[in-house]
């Protein structure tokens, strides 16, 4: 069974200019997570879907970050514009329900340097 | 608020030798207790978790590790490292009402021979 994809695996991009980064979970999974883990740190949750619904978007910065999941499968977080500080790995992940006892299955990631 | 302390950033061992990862947690709640391995370049992994039950959990790759409820702990132990050990290692917790981890700040783990 495939894990949790994403793309790409390593962004370069100058300060103010969009990017996106896209995930596939793992087929069946019901909730997907985003997280951001910056150098030294653990990883932090941006967003979490249940199917299509964002139930959990309160550390995501909406002034510049985006992100959806329309069909609940697959789903793409954006940002725009991108700034120094944006350059961090932002990981994918999925469980079965999005209850807090299931196991969370992360994708490699994709690291951003933003120039 | 959940938290979690990661006792030491980096563990330095020789093959073959015991260790011990330390992670302690404060919540107000019950929780449950997870570790996860991440190996350069790669997601993270699901080594163990405490859900309920016996504290003594034993996860894959010969790790283990105990809950201890009065000292708010859930170290990660190994009796023996491999080589192939060297990795980053995150202790997570979560609560019954919760459905976000919320991770530590990693330890590194460096078996050397």
């Known amino acids: 069974e495939a894990g949790v994809v994403q793309s790409p695996r390593y962004k370069i991009i100058e300060k103010k200019q969009p990017v996106a980064f896209w995930c596939n979970p793992i087929s069946g999974h019901n909730t997907l997570y985003w997280y951001l883990q910056n150098l030294g740190q653990g990883p932090e949750l941006l967003i979490r879907?249940?199917?299509?619904?964002?139930?959990?978007d309160s550390q995501l910065p909406k002034d510049r970050f985006s992100a959806e999941r329309l069909k609940g499968v697959d789903s793409t977080l954006k940002i725009q514009p991108a700034e120094l500080g944006d350059s961090a790995v932002y990981l994918c992940?999925?469980?079965?329900?999005?209850?807090?006892?299931?196991?969370?299955?992360f994708g490699p990631g994709t690291r951003l340097t933003v120039l | 608020a959940q938290s979690v302390t990661q006792l030491d950033s980096q563990v330095p061992v020789f093959e073959e030798a015991p260790v011990e990862l330390r992670c302690n947690y404060s919540?107000?709640?019950?929780?449950?207790l997870f570790w996860y391995v991440q190996y350069p370049n790669q997601g993270l992994q699901l080594l163990l978790k405490y859900l309920s039950g016996s504290t003594l959990v034993k996860g894959i790759n010969g790790f283990e590790a105990e809950f201890n409820k009065s000292q708010t702990s859930f170290h990660l132990r190994k009796p023996s490292v491999h080589i192939s050990d060297t990795a980053e290692y995150f202790c997570?917790?979560?609560?019954?009402?919760?459905?976000?981890?919320?991770f530590g700040k990693g330890t590194t783990l460096s078996v050397s021979s």
């Open positions: 879907y249940e199917n299509e619904e964002a139930v959990d």
């Open positions: 919540s107000s709640v019950s929780v449950y």
């Open positions: 992940a999925s469980s079965l329900q999005g209850a807090s006892t299931d196991t969370q299955y």
């Open positions: 997570a917790v979560s609560d019954k009402g919760g459905t976000a981890l919320i």
